[in-house]
């Protein structure tokens, strides 16, 4: 009986460092899917299909148009997994595909776990787009229409309280 107990404990401590362990940070990430302290991204006009790039390890750089490596759509695909908390703000109905507004307001994206988190304060109507009570990984259409722009800042857990 002794042993059936000491294989309990040992299963029930691997399985408290194999949660633990699971539990990464969540950062910025750059286009190559490396965490970064910051980005910011200017969209140039959409029919450009690209945007513009920096972090505290890249200098100003042009990319294409992708959504597997944009930047803020890794950020929202991170919003449908499990190990997430996060509040989003924006001035359009993300549910709803027509635009009500015509000038720039506040939007944004507060992810964040146990360890770290990320804020994202961008200009693009409708975005993240909310589909099938799921995050959209589409562009909402109103992407780069007026070359909007993203800012990504990382930060623990204790430092985001701050801003919340």
């Known amino acids: 009986m002794n042993i ?4 309990l404990l040992i299963a029930i401590f691997i399985i408290f460092l ?9 950062n910025c990430v750059d286009p190559d899917g490396n965490s970064v302290d910051w980005y910011m991204i200017h969209l140039l006009q959409a ?3 690209s945007y513009s790039y920096t972090d505290d390890n890249h200098k100003l750089k042009i990319y294409d148009m992708n959504k597997i490596n944009f930047p803020p759509m890794v950020s929202v695909q991170d919003l449908n997994t499990f190990d997430n908390n996060f509040a ?3 001035d359009d109905n993300i549910r709803d595909s027509s635009s009500y507004s015509s000038q720039a307001h506040s939007k944004g994206i507060i992810s964040f776990n146990s360890k770290s988190g990320y804020i994202i304060s961008h200009s693009v109507p409708k975005f993240p787009f909310l589909k099938d009570e799921k995050f959209s990984n589409d562009f909402p259409s109103t992407l780069g229409a007026y070359a909007q722009t993203f800012m990504c800042i990382s930060m623990d857990v204790k430092n985001l309280g701050i801003y919340m």
């Open 47 to 49: 029919k450009f299909k």
């Open 88 to 90: 989003i703000w924006n």
């Open 4 to 7: 059936i107990k000491q294989l």
């Open 18 to 26: 194999s949660i633990t362990e699971c539990q990464t940070n969540k």
